[in-house]
């Protein structure tokens, strides 16, 4: 149980474009999902909390008009990255949580390779 | 705001051996402790977690330990096999919140 997929797994695109990543709860509702970057050999960095059917709350130092998140259902929340530039290439992770009671898990998609060229 | 340190960055250990990693916090309101592991190219997998009611948990080969007055936890994996080559990252989350504060990661390399 407890799966979480992320959709694409790689993805490149051209300065100035925008890219969606999808994160996909398939077997649990997720009340909150999480979206969080990684630099290579770093940790991993939160960029935004998404409640479903509310506004995200976006972390000290997050572009909210830049990395566009919407979560319209329980089992979705997707990420957009506008406008992008070679900086915004990075390994991009969303998890869920709230799986019910006072849980605090969070389980992890596979993650999505962003590369702006 | 919440500072989760982890140490060591690197650990080399033989096969069979035992592991520890060990992690910092700073925010008393903290009160769940997860580890997760990764491997390359792949998402954290969550590995075994402690709240702050309790100072240990074991699940087979792996265990965590908490001291909440030092505030910090530490992860035992014991007789290490290859496949347990990764990093690991331990968390806490702020304020008592849902939301996790990560370390800065330990690359595990277990040599046969």
Request: charged share 20%; aromatic share 10%; hydrophobic share 30%.
């Given at each position: 149980?407890?799966?979480?997929?992320?959709?694409?797994?790689?993805?490149?695109?051209?300065?100035?474009?925008?890219?969606?990543?999808?994160?996909?709860?398939?077997?649990?509702?997720?009340?909150?999902?999480?979206?969080?970057?990684?630099?290579?050999?770093?940790?991993?960095?939160?960029?935004?909390?998404?409640?479903?059917?509310?506004?995200?709350?976006?972390?000290?130092?997050?572009?909210?008009?830049?990395?566009?998140?919407?979560?319209?259902?329980?089992?979705?929340?997707?990420?957009?990255?506008?406008?992008?530039?070679?900086?915004?290439?990075?390994f991009?992770?969303?998890?869920?949580?709230?799986?019910?009671?006072?849980?605090y898990?969070?389980?992890?998609?596979?993650?999505?390779?962003?590369?702006?060229? | 705001?919440?500072?989760?340190?982890?140490?060591?960055?690197?650990?080399?250990?033989?096969?069979?051996?035992?592991?520890?990693?060990?992690?910092?916090?700073?925010?008393?309101?903290?009160?769940?402790?997860?580890?997760?592991?990764?491997?390359?190219?792949?998402?954290?997998?969550?590995?075994?977690?402690?709240?702050?009611?309790?100072?240990?948990?074991?699940?087979?080969r792996?265990?965590?330990?908490?001291?909440?007055?030092?505030?910090?936890?530490?992860?035992?994996?014991?007789?290490?096999?290859p496949e347990?080559?990764?990093?690991?990252?331990?968390?806490?989350?702020?304020?008592?919140?849902?939301?996790?504060?990560?370390?800065?990661?330990?690359?595990?390399?277990?040599?046969?």
């Amino acid at each position: 149980g407890a799966v979480v997929s992320q959709h694409p797994s790689r993805v490149i695109c051209k300065s100035g474009t925008s890219v969606k990543i999808e994160c996909r709860s398939l077997d649990f509702q997720a009340t909150t999902m999480f979206w969080y970057r990684q630099f290579p050999k770093k940790s991993l960095m939160l960029m935004a909390t998404s409640n479903e059917g509310s506004k995200a709350t976006y972390e000290q130092g997050v572009e909210k008009d830049k990395f566009l998140i919407n979560h319209a259902s329980l089992t979705l929340s997707t990420l957009t990255v506008t406008s992008a530039h070679p900086e915004d290439s990075s390994f991009y992770i969303c998890s869920a949580g709230g799986t019910g009671g006072f849980s605090y898990e969070q389980y992890f998609g596979p993650g999505t390779r962003l590369t702006v060229t | 705001g919440e500072n989760v340190e982890q140490h060591p960055s690197t650990l080399s250990v033989q096969e069979g051996d035992s592991a520890v990693i060990k992690c910092t916090y700073s925010d008393s309101a903290s009160n769940y402790f997860p580890w997760y592991k990764q491997e390359l190219g792949k998402g954290p997998q969550l590995i075994i977690d402690i709240r702050s009611n309790v100072g240990e948990k074991k699940d087979q080969r792996i265990a965590v330990t908490l001291n909440k007055t030092a505030k910090h936890f530490s992860l035992h994996i014991t007789e290490t096999q290859p496949e347990d080559s990764a990093v690991y990252f331990c968390a806490a989350n702020p304020s008592g919140t849902y939301k996790y504060i990560f370390g800065t990661g330990t690359r595990l390399k277990v040599l046969a």
